[in-house]
């Protein structure tokens, strides 16, 4: 992040750099990240406090989510939810593991935006994870046709042929997987039974328009 260089005061060249041999000495202390973000944000220095927060993301290897937090809520804060989405969808990225995250993503977009559609697009993704989550703890036919069905209700032919084989892959050997092999099958004829009927919708269309 390239940081522009102005005329400063030196009470806070003198302040910066106090900080900077703070995290030099102590640069596993989280909280003098925080504080030192906080502080450039006082300051009215938002790209610096910006800055801040990357370097601290970097030296945790992007794994702490307090920061990620706090990050994004400093630039809702200052009202850059454009900023705050972007830091959302990064911090969900690289630990979708940690609800609070996600659920603080959809709460923005839906309280603070508005966004209503925004907001149930990450709750999609929220479901996917915490499906991904279960059929890893729990591999059985039950939990991956529940993730089917999952993907089926929200209308995704592709995510739910690809749930599908993966089950049929993992479970493979499991004295259950026939069950799973007949719901797969009913789901395939389903699609294209529906592939045919849009054919034939087209095919009278077309009819129509060529007989005016």
Known sequence: MELQVHEIDPAILV????????????????KIWIKYARWEEYQQHFNRSRYIWERALEKFQYKHSLLWLKYAEFEM???????????????????????QLWFNYIQMEQN?????????KIFKRLARQVFEGFVSCHPTVAAWLSYAEFEMKNGDVTKTRNVYRRALDKLADDKEVEQLFVSFVEFEVRCNNETEREEEEDCYGLSLLESC
């Open 15 to 30: 302040k910066r750099k106090e900080f900077e041999e703070l995290i030099q000495k102590f640069g596993c202390n989280l």
């Open 77 to 99: 804060r200052n009202r850059q939810f454009r900023l705050a989405r972007n830091v959302w969808d990064r911090a969900v990225t690289f630990l979708p593991e940690f609800d």
């Open 112 to 120: 603070m935006l508005d966004n209503v559609v925004g907001a149930r």
